[in-house]
Antibody
Framework: EVQVVESGGGLVQPGRSLRLSCTTS????????MSWFRQAPGKGLEWVGF??????????HYAASVEGRFTISRDDSKSIAYLQMDSLKTEDTAVYYC???????????????WGQGTMVTVSS | DVVMTQTPLSLSVTPGQPASISCKSS???????????FFWYLQKPGQSPHLLIS???NRFSGVPDRFSGSGSGTDFTLKISRVEAEDVGVYYC?????????FGQGTRLEIK
């Protein structure tokens, strides 16, 4: 059974940092690219960034709104993807989700399992 | 960036009646591999998004067959043949043909 669990959220002051984790099981994590998404309170869904599998170079790409402040990494030995968030702004307040991406394979078995999300509140 | 435009933005449907949501993309979502990188999600109140349909028309495991997806290229439709009370929430379309992945604005479905 595929499981995805996001964690690490909390209350943080503007300008500070936070690291989120996306812990997975039930599939071959190392073979999958992973994306992070977010949803601000009362708003729609927004893609945050992506990390390719090692087979595709482990490259990363980010939304313009977080480029230069957020960094995605992965630990294939633990089946975990990370989202390092630096220089946080109040507009980064959102629930953050992760899911396996379609990069490098069919849209089937992609973006299929999402966790409950982890809430990040940026406020002084 | 690919712009995804959903219509309508809200729906009020009597139980047992059909419902339809449209999603149009600003460019074709057909990849060079021949597959279409298009998805439908439902986010029920207080929950995370749940995948309904991938690659235009493939229902995800456990999704009732009253949900169906159709379309091609840039025009896509989600149909619910007979709306039930548990179908309330916000429906989103999404593409992954290129980076960044983008979503439609969402369509809120309520029960009359």
């Amino acid at each position: 059974e595929v499981q995805v669990v996001e964690s690490g959220g909390g209350l943080v002051q503007p300008g500070r940092s936070l690291r989120l984790s996306c812990t997975t099981s039930g599939f071959t994590f190392g073979a999958e690219s992973m994306s992070w998404f977010r949803q601000a309170p009362g708003k729609g869904l927004e893609w945050v960034g992506f990390i390719a599998s090692k087979a595709y170079g482990g490259t990363t790409h980010y939304a313009a709104s977080v480029e230069g402040r957020f960094t995605i990494s992965r630990d294939d030995s633990k089946s975990i993807a990370y989202l390092q968030m630096d220089s946080l702004k109040t507009e980064d307040t959102a629930v953050y989700y992760c899911s396996r991406d379609s990069y490098g394979h069919s849209p089937i078995d992609s973006f299929d399992f999402w966790g409950q999300g982890t809430m990040v509140t940026v406020s002084s | 960036d690919v712009v995804m435009t959903q219509t309508p933005l809200s729906l009020s449907v009597t139980p047992g009646q059909p419902a339809s949501i449209s999603c149009k993309s600003s460019q074709s979502l057909v990849h060079t591999d021949g597959k279409t990188y298009f998805f439908w999600y439902l986010q029920k109140p207080g929950q995370s998004p749940h995948l309904l349909i991938s690659e235009v028309s493939n229902r995800f495991s456990g999704v009732p067959d009253r949900f169906s997806g159709s379309g091609s290229g840039t025009d896509f439709t989600l149909k619910i043949s007979r709306v039930e009370a548990e179908d309330v929430g916000v429906y989103y379309c999404m593409h992954s043909i290129q980076l960044p992945r983008t979503f439609g604005q969402g369509t809120r479905l309520e029960i009359k």
